[in-house]
């Protein structure tokens, strides 16, 4: 599927953030380049993966020469390099602007305020249009026609905007499953270790009871089942386990018994409401279609095309000549597959394509990254109740990102690598705070 974007909104994020570090660079220039800002073995990991996939793409090339599967040597490596430099351009803006508990605060504040003005502005009144109430069907077409990304299919805004035409919410995504992903990863975790350690955003302190925390909980599970959507009910039961499995007190006795009323609520409903039957099968138990079909083709495709070359993987770019080869034949005898999937097989697991493409060498050395973090959590800063806090938010992107990237969520965007690296940004200042006071004792 082809896409269109805003020309003015989509670069807007890269512009900006790259004059923001501009100017801090500016500032004091030569104290940057004094410091000791990448790890060299993170230089050494990028440098080698750069090594591995210009081998990689050269090798394809020899093998496949070029066609609507892949996007040539250039291509590939442009596509390739994209992450890596909004990798680069996340690390700096949050080395310059997360140096202190206040900044880490305000980062929290500022994205509760995100999710707030989000809400009001835009998940709202595409809740309204969805129940049948079209008071905000002109503002919903509005955005949708200026700020939102849109596939390059018609039938999807037969009246104005996705939300209108289909009745799935679908936030300021292209569509719903990527905006489940954008409240899960970035805003969940921190909504549930408010509710865990009884932190307010309004007070901005540990002893009140932080009633935005529960609205906005609300309003994120509500907006997840309307989107209509296996990542957005996935990510419902993530949220449901951790409020059960990972709180405590009464607070966790309390949602223990509204999971058991709602368990039983969702199975009568399931066999008494059709309304709830259909909708249950067409997004969860017996999800059907050509999308579903080829879904399920890609994700077998790439754990095949993973076991085949499990080291290095095929590299960026050649992926969709291996999901060809591999996709499981029965999965390819319908419509999308012939007349899109055939000439351009796009990657549909985040997780299986990582793997697909980089092999285990790239993808450990990540998973003993996650696991150092962690440690340094626990060992190397203050166990303080913000550190507590902060870790167990960064646990809970952990299990939402781990677990959504089985599908495909744009996990590879400002808004996700931000909601990632946050955490590693926490544990460096407090590390360097934590040297520079034994360095004066």
């Avoid at 020309?7 to 570090?21: H, K």
């Avoid at 990689?56 to 390739?80: C, E, H, M, P, T």
């Avoid at 996935?234 to 009323?261: E, H, P, R, S």
Wanted: hydrophobic residues 50%.
């Amino acid at each position: 599927m082809a896409q269109s974007t805003p020309q003015f909104f989509a670069p807007l994020p890269f512009f900006s953030i790259t004059i923001y570090i501009a100017f801090k660079f500016s500032q004091n220039p030569r104290e940057i380049l004094e410091t000791k800002i990448f790890n060299s073995k993170v230089v050494l990991f990028f440098a080698l993966l750069t090594l591995s996939e210009i081998t990689l793409l050269i090798w394809n090339y020899s093998k496949f020469g070029s066609d609507s599967q892949d996007s040539g040597i250039v291509g590939s490596f442009a596509r390739f390099l994209s992450p890596i430099v909004t990798f680069i351009l996340v690390y700096f803006l949050l080395y310059f602007s997360i140096k202190s508990d206040f900044d880490i605060k305000r980062f929290i504040n500022g994205s509760m305020i995100s999710l707030s003005l989000m809400a009001a502005f835009v998940l709202i009144p595409q809740l309204t249009i969805i129940v049948g109430k079209n008071w905000f069907l002109g503002w919903a077409n509005f955005l949708d026609r200026t700020v939102i990304p849109r596939w390059d299919i018609s039938s999807n805004y037969v009246r104005g905007s996705y939300v209108a035409t289909l009745h799935r919410a679908n936030g300021l995504e292209i569509e719903p499953a990527f905006m489940a992903g954008q409240l899960a990863v970035v805003f969940l975790p921190w909504i549930l270790s408010s509710i865990k350690h009884n932190f307010s955003f309004v007070k901005n302190n540990f002893k009140s009871f932080p009633y935005e925390s529960y609205f906005l909980l609300l309003i994120v599970i509500v907006t997840l089942i309307f989107a209509k959507t296996t990542t957005g009910l996935l990510a419902i039961f993530l949220v449901d386990l951790i409020l059960v499995f990972d709180l405590n007190g009464y607070i966790q006795k309390f949602f223990i018994i509204m999971t058991g009323i709602g368990l039983i609520s969702i199975v009568v409903s399931y066999f008494t409401i059709s309304l709830v039957h259909n909708f249950l099968n067409n997004y969860l138990f017996a999800k059907a279609g050509f999308s579903a079909l080829d879904r399920t083709g890609g994700s077998i495709g790439l754990l095949l095309t993973f076991l085949h070359y499990p080291l290095l993987g095929v590299g960026n770019g050649y992926i969709g000549h291996y999901l060809v080869r591999y996709v499981p034949r029965n999965t390819k005898l319908n419509v999308e597959y012939l007349w899109r999937f055939s000439h351009n097989y796009p990657i549909l697991s985040d997780l299986g394509g990582f793997l697909a493409q980089y092999g285990l060498l790239f993808f450990l050395p990540i998973v003993r990254k996650i696991r150092e973090l962690f440690y340094n959590f626990d060992n190397k800063i203050g166990q303080d109740q913000l550190s507590v806090f902060v870790k167990d938010a960064a646990k809970y992107t952990l299990i939402m990102y781990g677990t959504l990237s089985l599908f495909d969520f744009n996990w590879l965007t400002y808004y996700s690598l931000i909601s990632i690296f946050v955490f590693v940004r926490f544990v460096q200042y407090r590390m360097d705070e934590k040297k520079l006071n034994v360095s004066f004792d």
